[in-house]
């Protein structure tokens, strides 16, 4: 397990982490999703000991990073796929690990074979790699070690889309065989694929957290219609909040029935009407990060500018 309590981390008068808690559990994924600048890899950094928090704690199987007494076998982390050794072999970073760890010369191979990086693509040198085969580089590098648990951030980050559903297997059977995934990405189709937990930061606080079915589910109804405009009135008329309008729709904060009745009591003709998970983890991402997403930023100070 990894457990987040009260982490806090300040930079001068910057508070990048505001009393961050969450936990991540064995034999399942955790998304853990934010816009940039949110706190994902800041609480990623303190996990692995990187980064020293100014309050509140990380512990992964019960203790901090830095008092496991061989962390990569506890705990595989790839936080940055291009921060590897340019000068050096796919191979000889892999050797570095297996002798750091004390494991046998076969993990090298063993890896190799896992990640899919053929003979003479591990005897290159890393600058001569894609990005795509750094990161399956770094996940060897992160499995070498059999470890329990994976923190990884932007794993599927260029990778074509065969890699992506490598990648997503392979951290759905990881899971599967008991082992905890912290996972991090901007890729918000494959999170909501893969994941069995969703963690949502934005502007260093915890805004969101809970199983995927709950954390869809919460995002209220979604209603499209010829006449949107008529349908936005028809149900704020009837007292139901509107959370979202756009030319594909609406989505209200209501269930589906009182939604329905608002509009058939309008006579407005709905031409669909569903759940809004359907919309999918983007929209809900967008909801609830809207305060801390760039363009709104840029937007609101643009607005503050002309005022």
């Known amino acids: 397990m990894i457990t987040i309590d009260s982490l806090t981390k300040r930079y001068g008068g910057f508070t990048a982490l505001d009393d961050v808690t969450f936990t991540a559990q064995p034999g399942r994924v955790t998304g853990f999703l934010g816009p940039n600048g949110a706190g994902k890899s800041t609480t990623m950094r303190v996990m692995v000991g990187l980064t020293e928090p100014t309050a509140g704690s990380a512990t992964i199987l019960g203790r901090r990073f830095a008092d496991l007494p061989n962390p990569g076998r506890e705990v595989g982390v790839l936080l940055d796929a291009s921060a590897q050794h340019a000068g050096r072999t796919g191979r000889e970073i892999l050797t570095i690990a297996q002798k750091t760890m004390r494991l046998p010369a076969t993990a090298v191979e063993d890896m190799l074979d896992l990640v899919s990086l053929t003979e003479a693509e591990s005897s290159r040198r890393v600058k001569n790699y894609s990005l795509g085969m750094r990161q399956r580089l770094g996940i060897a590098t992160a499995l070498i070690g059999r470890p329990e648990v994976l923190i990884l951030d932007e794993p599927a980050n260029g990778l074509d889309p065969a890699g992506i559903r490598w990648m997503r297997d392979l951290l759905r059977g990881f899971a599967d065989d008991g082992g905890t995934v ?7 189709h494959e999170i909501e694929v893969i994941a069995d937990d969703i963690v949502v930061i934005g502007n260093g606080r915890i805004v969101a957290g809970g199983t995927k079915d709950e954390i869809l589910s919460s995002s209220g109804t979604l209603v499209r219609a010829d006449d949107l405009d008529g349908l936005a009135l028809a149900v704020t008329a009837a007292g139901l909040a509107v959370t979202s309008s756009s030319s594909d729709g609406v989505i209200v904060d209501a269930d589906a ?10 006579g407005i003709a709905v031409t669909e009407l569903r759940g809004a998970d359907g919309s999918g983890l983007e929209e809900m991402f967008l909801q609830l990060t809207a305060d801390s997403q760039r363009d709104h930023l840029t937007d609101s100070a643009m607005e503050g500018s002309a005022a």
């Open 182 to 188: 912290l996972l991090s990405s901007h890729l918000l």
């Open 257 to 266: 029935a009182s939604v329905g009745r608002a509009a058939f009591d309008a």
